[in-house]
Structure formats: C-alpha cells, structure tokens
C-alpha cells in the first residue's frame, strides 16, 4: 500500500525552518515562522498566563472530557472579546477549537455543509494554508487581488459565496484595507449576497485590540450572517496550546443551534474535542480584572516592539540608500511585512546572510532582536545588489545556495 504513495508537496515555511537550523553559520536570522520574540529572541510566556496557570494548577481540577465545544468558559469569553456588546454575542454562537487552523477547518467544513461546492475568495497574496484548508474542505477556491484591486476583484463574487478576509494585520502582506475601504467591503456584501468570512490571528498587534477588532465588529452590525475563526496563538503567546475558536454569527437561535451542532459533528470526526489547558488559561486571563489589565499592558507591550523595529529597520534602509524600500515597509503594520524583492533576491538574502525569509518576500518583523535591525537592513540592501558574474553565495559545503 504505502508504496503508492506519491511524493507530496512539501510544506514550504517548515521546509525553510529545517534549512534554517542546519546552516552553520551563527549570524544566521529567523524570519520565517510568525513568532513573537523579545529582546533576547525568546518568544516568552506573558506573564498574566504564567499567574492563570498557576492558578489553574492550585485548583488541582479534573481533567474531565469537556465535551465536544470544549471549554465552554473560554467560548463566552471569546464572544465577548471579539464582539464586545450582548447585542453581538446574542446573534452568535462559539466553538472552540485546535487554534486557529482548526477553526478555519470547521468552518470550511460548515460550509460545505450548507452549500458543496461554494466558491470562497481568498486574497492574493494570502496567508499560504488558506487555500489548502478549503481546497481540503472540498470547496472551490478563488482570488482577489490584495488589497489595491479587491474591491474590483470582489465585484465578481455572487450571492451564496464566501469571502475570506483577514481582519487586521494581513499576513503576509502587512497591509489593512482603510476603514472607508471596510465600509464598501460590507456594502458590497449586502448588495450582491456572499458571506464574510473573517480570519483573526493578530488582533491587538496592529492599532491595538480595540481598533484591531473594528472592521469585524462593523461586518458583524452590518450583516445577517460572518464567520469568524479566532486564534489565541499570537496574542496569547499559546503557541504550542492550540488554541482557538470558531464564531458564527446568524439570524436565529434555531440557526445558530444547528451550526453548533454541525461544528460539533465536524469536530467529532476530526479530533473529537480540543485540548483543555490553553482554553482554561484564556478564560482565566480574561474573566479576572486583574490578569485581563496585565495582559493587555503585555500585548500593548508587544505592539509597541514590532512598530519600533519596523520603525528601524525603515531608518536604517533609508540611511543606505533604499528609500523606495523604505516606504514600502512603513505603510505596514503587524507582525509580518512583505519586502519588495523577488523570489530571487529572498534566496539570495539567504546564501548570502543567513535571513530567512519566504521566497515571497514575507519575512516576521516580531521575530528579530532590536539589535539585529542593522543586521537586516544590510542583508536587504545587499541583497538588492547585482550579483557578481561568478560565484556561490552560500558558504563552502552548505546545502543553502540560492536557487538558480
């Protein structure tokens, strides 16, 4: 049987994570996964889920089955947190689930139950497993051009379609449509007839919660029905934990019951439940006066870093002569931003200086250390540079040379 397997298709951010830890090279630079890092390069636990854990651990509770929408605390915090009135969290219901992954999954999978075949619009450039988790779902994928043409683009979708849309901090382009921009996303929504489908993965690492949260509290004011597929990866600092949560939001209380439910099919069938110790920790976090001030000062905190670095990083550019890049990263927000240079260029970034970034030109503005802009910005314009007529630029015996 097993010899019938034809080669699959190699994941390309791990693929490029596992080039990254057999080069030799010390200076090398870790741009590729979408990690927080400090000022030490570590990617910490926040010190409000540190307090909840061990509370958590004091209450000595049973690890009992939590049932098949999971930690149900977790959920009504989720709701409040992502919605933020009882106006909003009446029309919706909450599963949760194996991070945010999981929940684009469900939600694929719901809506394929409603309609087979529904075609889903994503943008190009997208975040690189959207396509592959609704492709996988079984539904039909389309693009749109990000973010300059997405209103022409999205003139096309029809009534019964879905829209992905990442709320806040695009991965991998950094770049938001405007608010007035939202407003013409959620008009043309309501005339023509297709569902939002919302991804938010970096909320409260753009303009701050609040603001991160707008466009898709406003889709949810404006329209009858948003899918909304939450991850608590980034601003939680769960990584690891999985944690995340599918939202629906819809006309009726006996529509939300059979998406619930359906969510729940779905989630049986895949991996039954999802973990419990990240969702207590969340729901800990953000149930406690306390713990939930600690943690935003933190995420406060860790914004505050990534803007700083990208803020640098522009200083340093402009200092050597790159303007035009210059400009391009400083109309970005988030933990990710996307570097004009071509697949050839990024590889040669790598040969050249051990920065790793995606052949896109995506590269995880929150994983360097402040004193390593400097590092980055030379590696860029080096990059940038013509290469000379002869010569590797990996070292001797690396398996790390550019493509040709």
Not at 81 to 110: F, H, I, W
Not at 156 to 180: F, I
């Amino acid at each position: 049987m097993l010899e019938l397997l034809a080669a699959p298709p190699v994941d390309p951010l791990w693929d490029l994570s596992a080039a990254f830890a057999a080069d030799p090279r010390p200076e090398r630079l870790d741009l590729v996964l979408g990690v927080y890092r400090d000022h030490t390069g570590a990617t910490p636990v926040m010190a409000a889920v540190k307090e909840a854990e061990i509370r958590l651990a004091e209450r000595a509770g049973s690890k009992e089955y939590r049932g098949l929408s999971g930690n149900t605390a977790f959920n009504r915090a989720m709701l409040s947190m992502v919605l933020g009135t009882e106006a909003r969290t009446a029309r919706a219901t909450a599963v949760q689930t194996v991070a945010g992954t999981g929940a684009l999954r469900l939600l694929a999978d719901l809506v394929r139950q409603t309609r087979p075949g529904t075609t889903v619009w994503i943008s190009d450039p997208a975040y690189v497993n959207h396509r592959p988790i609704l492709e996988g779902a079984g539904l039909t994928v389309r693009t749109y051009g990000y973010v300059d043409r997405m209103m022409d683009d999205l003139r096309a979708a029809r009534r019964g379609d879905v829209v992905l849309l990442q709320g806040c901090c695009h991965n991998p382009t950094g770049s938001d449509p405007s608010r007035a921009t939202w407003e013409e996303l959620a008009d043309l929504a309501e005339t023509n007839g297709w569902v939002p489908f919302v991804d938010l993965a970096y909320h409260g690492l753009g303009d701050g919660l609040d603001a991160d949260l707008w466009a898709t509290r406003m889709l949810a004011d404006r329209l009858p029905e948003v899918l909304i597929a939450v991850s608590c990866s980034k601003n939680f600092g769960l990584y690891s934990d999985r944690t995340g949560c599918a939202v629906v939001l819809g006309p009726s209380r006996l529509t939300l019951r059979r998406v619930e439910t359906a969510l729940q099919n779905s989630a049986r069938v895949m991996y039954s439940m999802p973990p419990d110790h990240g969702a207590a920790v969340v729901a800990t976090v953000l149930e406690d006066t306390g713990l939930r001030a600690t943690w935003r000062a933190e995420l406060d905190a860790m914004r505050d870093r990534i803007a700083a670095n990208r803020a640098d990083l522009v200083a340093h550019l402009t200092s050597l002569g790159r303007p035009d890049v210059a400009a391009s990263l400083q109309r970005q927000k988030g933990m990710f931003s996307m570097l004009p240079l071509t697949p050839e260029q990024m590889r040669r970034m790598r040969g050249r200086s051990g920065v790793y970034g995606t052949d896109a030109g995506r590269v995880n503005i929150a994983g360097v250390c402040a004193h390593r802009i400097p590092f980055l910005a030379q590696s860029i314009a080096t990059a940038l540079d013509r290469p000379a007529a002869s010569s590797g630029d990996a070292p001797a015996g690396s398996a790390l040379a550019p493509a040709p």
